[in-house]
Antibody, heavy 119, light 107 residues
């Protein structure tokens, strides 16, 4: 059973860079596509971007200028960096595995981690 | 980027069928998938592709689609089905898109 676990700071100040990691256990990061998704408190899901095991990325156009997703296959981890955060970036951040060969869907999610941006 | 539109809220009497819809031009080309999210929990996929149910999802959950609309039908809603439901799909650039979500209340 594949499991994903997010880790990283839960509180940031405006203009700082959000950095989160996702550790994948129970399966290899190779051969799959990995994504970050966020959910502001009381609101819906927003896709941030994904990275293939090859390193190829695809980002939400609305966040593209501030987002970097990277892989560390040696640690079976992938990471998110979001620069110049504001209060609008306060959300639960989920890491997830995306199936993209055939219908696109997310089959595994992390439990989510709340990141709050406040001065 | 593409958009997916869902009704914000739907209610259903216990044991009755209910349909939750998702509209968007990208659905003319790509299948929708559906997720159930209960308070404080991560979403769980209940339907993906044409009408595939992951292991453990009850067969009262059914997916369908026509034109620019995808539908999730619960054939007889149970109390435990009360949750938020999200559709998602992709667009021609490979970007993932989510609907705004539908809050299902079981009366």
């Amino acid at each position: 059973q594949v499991q994903l676990q997010e880790s990283g700071p839960g509180l940031l100040k405006p203009s700082e860079t959000l950095s989160l990691s996702c550790t994948v256990s129970g399966g290899s990061i190779s051969g799959h596509c990995w994504s970050w998704i966020r959910q502001p408190p009381g609101k819906g899901l927003e896709w941030i971007g994904y990275i293939y095991y090859t390193g190829s990325t695809n980002y939400n156009l609305s966040l593209k200028s501030r987002v970097t997703i990277s892989l560390d296959t040696t640690r079976n981890q992938f990471s998110l960096e979001l620069s110049s955060v504001t209060a609008a970036d306060t959300a639960v951040y989920y890491c997830a595995r995306v199936q993209v060969e055939g219908p696109t869907y997310i089959d595994y999610w992390g439990q989510g981690t709340l990141v709050t941006v406040s001065s | 980027s593409s958009e997916l539109t869902q009704d914000p809220a739907v209610s259903v009497a216990l044991g009755q069928p209910v349909r939750i819809t998702c509209q968007g031009d990208t659905l003319r080309t790509y299948y929708a998938s559906w997720y159930q999210q209960k308070p404080g929990q991560a979403p769980v996929v209940v339907i993906y592709g044409k009408n595939y149910r992951p292991s453990g999802i009850p067969d009262r959950f059914l997916g369908s689609g026509s034109g620019n609309t995808a539908s999730l039908t619960i054939s007889g809603a149970q109390a435990e089905d009360e949750a938020d439901y999200y559709c998602n799909s992709r667009d021609t650039s490979g970007s993932v898109v989510f609907g705004g979500g539908t809050k299902l209340t079981v009366l």
